[in-house]
Nanobody, 127 residues
Framework: VQLQASGGGLVQPGGSLRLSCEAS????????IGWFRQAPGKEREGVSV????????YYSDSAKGRFTMTRDNAKNAVYLQMNSLKPEDTAVYYC?????????????????????WGKGTLVTVSS
């Protein structure tokens, strides 16, 4: 099982970025998949999770209305479109997967539950 996140970079406040996460060695259809982030000096936190428990996508309060998570099953990939970026969105962003049937909010609040993690991609929001 491998996950590879990409698409990070430097963007000005108010700008947009699209992160990609490609999976190999397993089929995303069978897993809960999520985006998480870790800012310097802070704990890792959930951003967005698609849960196989109910087929719904969940967002953290900070991501709701600005970020959109999508899936492309044909490419075995997920994406995170981030709009209206703020300096506080600066973090290393990770994609992660898990095969257990927890609720989306459970995963958002407990990143450590996710079994598989890819290397992160750095997003810096600064003028």
């Amino acid at each position: 099982v491998q996950l590879q996140a990409s698409g990070g970079g430097l963007v000005q406040p108010g700008g947009s970025l699209r992160l990609s996460c490609e999976a190999s060695g397993f089929t995303l259809d069978d897993y809960t998949i999520g985006w998480f982030r870790q800012a310097p000096g802070k704990e890792r936190e959930g951003v967005s999770v698609f849960s196989i428990n109910d087929g719904a996508t969940y967002y953290s309060d900070s991501a709701k209305g600005r970020f959109t998570m999508t899936r492309d099953n044909a490419k075995n990939a997920v994406y995170l479109q981030m709009n209206s970026l703020k300096p506080e969105d600066t973090a290393v962003y990770y994609c992660a997967a898990d095969a257990t049937y927890y609720s989306g909010f459970y995963y958002l609040n407990r990143p450590g539950v996710m079994d598989y993690w890819g290397k992160g991609t750095l997003v810096t929001v600064s003028s």
